[in-house]
C-alpha cells in the first residue's frame, strides 16, 4: 500500500488541521518553480483534512510574501495534473499554507511572524462570528494576521490589547449554495503590534461581528 510520511508541528487547538509547503529556487536566474497539488493532499487525495459540511474552497496564504489567495475546490481535482507555482527570484523561497474554508466556524488563516502560520498563537476560540486569539508576546514584534468569518457581516469590532486596531477585509469568498443553505465569508487582516511585555493584553486579539440582516420583502397590492 501507498505511504506517506509528514513531519507534524503541534499548534493551539481550534487552528484546525493544514498543509504546508516550501519552495526553492536554487539557480542564479528567476525561475518559475512548481510542486505539485497532491503533495498538499491527503493520501487518499480527496481533501487536507476531514472537514464536516460542503467544500468551500482552500485558503491559501503565501507566508514570505504575507499574501492571501483563495482556490476553489474544483482546482483541486485531478491533483495529479496540477501544480502550485510562483515565479521565485535567484536563491528565493517562499512557503504555501493551505487550508481548507471552514463553513461554520471563523479561521486563523496565518500571519507573516512566523513561518509555521501557527506557533506565534498561545490560544485560539472561535464562533461563527466570533474571535479571541492571544499570540506570544514574549518579544517585540509587528505585522499582519489574517482571519476568516465564514459570513457576510454588516460590521466588525477588531481590538487588541483591549483598543481598536487598524483591519480591513482583503477578500470575500463566493457565495455558493448547499440545498437551502447559502455559504460565503470574508478574509480580514489585522495590524498586530507586540510590546513583548508579556502583559495579559499584549498580544490579544478579538474580533465581533454583527451579521447582515436579510430584507424583508413587501407586498405591494
Not at 18 to 41: E, K
Not at 161 to 167: E, I, N, W
Request: glycine share 6%; hydrophobic share 35%; aromatic share 10%.
Amino acid at each position: 500500500s501507498w505511504k506517506r510520511e509528514r513531519n507534524c508541528i503541534p499548534v493551539a487547538k481550534g487552528l484546525g488541521t493544514w498543509a504546508m509547503v516550501s519552495i526553492s529556487n536554487w539557480l542564479d536566474t528567476p525561475t518559475v518553480v512548481s510542486a505539485p497539488i497532491s503533495a498538499l493532499l491527503n493520501p487518499d487525495k480527496t481533501s487536507l483534512a476531514k472537514e464536516e459540511g460542503p467544500n468551500l474552497g482552500y485558503h491559501v496564504f503565501s507566508f514570505w510574501s504575507s499574501k492571501y489567495v483563495w482556490v476553489p475546490a474544483n482546482r483541486f481535482k485531478q491533483s495529479s495534473k496540477k501544480n502550485i507555482s510562483k515565479k521565485l527570484e535567484p536563491h528565493e523561497s517562499e512557503i504555501f499554507h493551505v487550508k481548507p474554508v471552514s463553513a461554520h466556524q471563523a479561521q486563523y488563516i496565518g500571519s507573516d511572524m512566523h513561518f509555521t502560520c501557527g506557533y506565534e498563537v498561545i490560544t485560539f476560540k472561535a464562533t461563527r462570528t466570533t474571535i479571541e486569539l492571544q499570540l506570544r508576546n514574549d518579544s517585540e514584534r509587528a505585522g499582519f494576521v489574517y482571519l476568516y468569518i465564514p459570513c457576510y457581516v454588516n460590521s466588525m469590532d477588531v481590538m487588541m490589547d483591549g483598543k481598536s486596531v487598524r483591519s480591513e477585509i482583503v477578500f470575500r469568498t463566493p457565495k455558493s449554495t448547499v440545498g437551502d443553505t447559502s455559504y460565503g465569508g470574508q478574509v480580514l487582516r489585522v495590524w498586530v503590534t507586540i510590546h513583548g511585555l508579556g502583559s495579559k493584553r499584549d498580544g490579544n486579539i478579538t474580533v465581533h461581528c454583527t451579521k447582515k440582516k436579510k430584507k424583508k420583502r413587501k407586498n405591494v397590492v
